[in-house]
Structures are given as structure tokens and as C-alpha cells.
């Protein structure tokens, strides 16, 4: 009875050695397991940060172009419109020459045809004078 109870110690304590070593191999599985996964992770996230900063990058220099060619519209719209304004005054400034001559030009008509209506009357006067005398 000691040897078959000395051969179940030796059977419980190869056992126990077996599952302490398995133990050890799953402990030791799980922990590479999880270097792997954390080296993946690493990896991954910085894969993601490379490819968020090229996104990043790609925007503001997207944005900035973008900014870019709106600031360059308005400095063409500001000079056109500085030239059209320019253009406008200058018409402005013609057409009121243009204005003052021909106000006076029409006062200076209207003088003449005041004198010439006034000859007419004194012509007129002076051949009703004329047949009279006639």
C-alpha cells in the first residue's frame, strides 16, 4: 500500500509538474501574445498618426491654397473696381463738362433767339410802318 500510495504521490506530483509547466507555457503564450499585440498596436497607432498628419498637412495646405487664391480675387476685384470707380468719375466729370457747355450754349441760343424774336417784332413794325406810308 506505500508503494502504490508513493506511486500516486509521484503519478500527482508529475501531473502537478505537467500543469505547472503548462501553466507556465500559457503564461508565457499570453504574455507574447500580448507584446504582439501591443507591438501591432504601436504600430497601428502610429501608422494612424503618420496618415492623420498627412491628412492634417494635406488640409491646411488645401486650406491655404485655397486662402491664397480668394486673396488674389479680391486684389483683382479691389484693382477692377478701383478702375471702374476711376472710369465712372471721369465720365462723371465729362458729362458735366459736357453739361456746362450745353447749358451754355442754351443760354447763348436763347439769348440769340430772344434778339432775333425781337428783330422779327421791330422788322415787323417797320413794314406795318412801311404800308402805312405805302
Known amino acids: 500500500m506505500l508503494a502504490s500510495r508513493s506511486g500516486l504521490e509521484e503519478k500527482h506530483e508529475a501531473e502537478i509538474a505537467s500543469l505547472k509547466n503548462q501553466l507556465e507555457q500559457s503564461v508565457a503564450a499570453r ?21 492623420l498628419e498627412a491628412l492634417k498637412s494635406s488640409q491646411n495646405a488645401s486650406n491655404e491654397e485655397r486662402y491664397n487664391q480668394l486673396q488674389e480675387q479680391f486684389e483683382d476685384f479691389r484693382k477692377c473696381s478701383a478702375t471702374a470707380e476711376l472710369d465712372a468719375r471721369q465720365k462723371i466729370e465729362d458729362l458735366s463738362r459736357q453739361l456746362l457747355l450745353a447749358e451754355g450754349l442754351n443760354t447763348d441760343l436763347t439769348t440769340k433767339c430772344s434778339g432775333l424774336e425781337q428783330r422779327e417784332t421791330n422788322c415787323q413794325l417797320e413794314v406795318k410802318s412801311l404800308h402805312k406810308r405805302v
Open 31 to 51: 504574455t507574447q501574445l500580448q507584446e504582439e499585440s501591443n507591438a501591432r498596436l504601436a504600430k497601428a497607432q502610429a501608422s494612424f498618426d503618420r496618415e
